[in-house]
């Protein structure tokens, strides 16, 4: 879809109603810090693979809640972005 020399400015080949989900980190940030959060209520893992679970569980329960969820701007920009991935020279 798109080359290795574009870059920094990648979201602008988006259409204009989801550019701002698109370059900002507010979800990647806010998902972290509730991992964090719920770690933390833990205190302590026994093991590695104790914690390892503990974020598998985390990720498969964010990811069930956000299945359904369409972000603002998703729903309306939906056949562009069809368009933009079936056609990748476009």
């Known amino acids: ?3 290795s020399q ?3 400015f990648e979201f602008y080949r988006f259409p204009a109603s989801i550019q701002r989900s ?3 980190s507010n979800l990647i940030e806010n998902n972290n810090k509730g991992l964090k959060h719920h ?3 833990k205190e302590q893992f026994p093991n590695e693979a104790s914690l390892e679970r503990f974020v ?3 990720y498969s329960d964010y990811n ?3 299945a359904a969820r369409i972000h603002l701007g998703f729903n309306a920009a939906e056949s562009d972005l069809v ?3 079936d056609n990748p020279n476009r």
């Open 1 to 3: 879809m798109f080359s």
């Open 6 to 8: 574009d870059g920094l």
């Open 22 to 24: 698109v370059y900002t």
């Open 39 to 41: 770690a933390k209520l």
């Open 56 to 58: 598998c569980t985390y």
């Open 64 to 66: 069930r809640k956000q």
């Open 83 to 85: 368009n933009m991935f």
